[in-house]
């Protein structure tokens, strides 16, 4: 099996119902030990059975493609908005954050029309790890060390504003240039030994300036951003942990509800049998009442005769 082959095998196993995963692994981890290729028989072997959440997610991305891209590009978007070199526009940075968050709330919908097809409860907590982990990678984007679309094994929480900066190019440059790694610019032949004019220099240190008073404003209205979003998503939390701790309850009460309701169906079952047999008992009894009945209205018919034999024969003696 190629390399190419075996991305697309294990990619299959993500696609599936999350109960069919681990037999689905395990058999092909079996197929490729027994064709001797060990490396990816342990690599096969090696994938942990997604979380419910990271499972969902995984779904949105290899079957709802087009709304999932547009979570990605609004995500590049966004952080394009902060790190553009001459922003300074807080309502282009808001837009295209609304934007982000229209196509997650786009996602989470599906997400949990896909949560009630695979049997699993569209709680508000279990949505809201599938709407942090859509925010994680709505963050990272398209930057190639993000995680892995498609292939989540559990969920992923969004990047504090630590790592936020970090995706974040500083002033144009990336912050590799930024700190001075970049490769200088090419200087014409003998440059090196032509003395900078002063107006020139005084140009650069101005220049310098701007780009240094750019760069703090850049990184002013990230942290901003990165704030609202906190703000945001701590409040969303705290609302699904609210919502989470009524269902936990509403599901206690169930409980107990439950439970008085076999009891009181045990009781019925009971009474119902205590009904059966009583109805049963009175049914021999009445039988046994026409049975009665009978034997006495035949011994009143033969009470009868005799008496009228009895006349019979008390006439019939002679005087």
Do not use: C
């Amino acid at each position: 099996m190629t390399a190419e082959a075996l991305q697309d095998e294990l990619d299959a196993l993500f696609k599936l119902p999350l109960g069919e995963f681990t037999p689905a692994r395990n058999a092909l981890a079996a197929r490729l030990k027994k064709t001797g290729q060990q490396a990816a028989a342990e690599e096969a072997k090696a994938l942990p059975k997604p979380s419910v959440a990271a499972w969902v997610v995984n779904q949105l991305y290899w079957r709802q493609r087009e709304p999932f891209d547009r979570l990605i590009d609004a995500g590049d978007r966004f952080r394009q908005a902060q790190a553009a070199q001459r922003t300074g526009n807080s309502a282009e940075v808001r837009d295209r954050l609304e934007a982000r968050r229209e196509a997650q709330a786009a996602l989470v919908r599906i997400a949990a029309d896909v949560l009630r097809d695979g049997g699993y409860g569209d709680t508000r907590d279990m949505l809201r790890r599938v709407t942090s982990t859509l925010e994680a990678l709505a963050t990272y984007g398209s930057l190639p060390d993000g995680p892995r679309a498609g292939r989540l094994t559990a969920e992923v929480a969004p990047p504090g504003f630590d790592m936020v900066a970090a995706l974040l190019p500083l002033g144009g440059e990336t912050r590799s240039a930024a700190a001075g790694t970049a490769p200088a610019a090419k200087r014409p032949r003998g440059a090196e030994r032509a003395p900078k004019p002063v107006r020139g220099k005084h140009a650069l240190e101005a220049a310098a300036r701007r780009g240094e008073e750019e760069r703090r404003r850049l990184l002013a209205a990230a942290k901003a951003a990165v704030r609202e979003v906190e703000r945001a998503l701590r409040a969303a939390r705290t609302h699904a942990d609210r919502a989470a701790a009524a269902v936990e309850t509403a599901a206690t009460r169930a409980q107990d509800a439950e439970r008085r309701r076999a009891e009181i169906e045990k009781q019925l079952a009971k009474v119902v049998t205590e009904t059966d047999a009583a109805r049963e008992r009175a049914r021999e009894a009445e039988a046994n009442a026409r049975e009665a009945a009978q034997t006495a209205e035949s011994a009143d018919r033969t009470l009868e005769l005799a008496r009228r034999r009895l006349e019979q024969l008390a006439e019939d003696r002679p005087d």
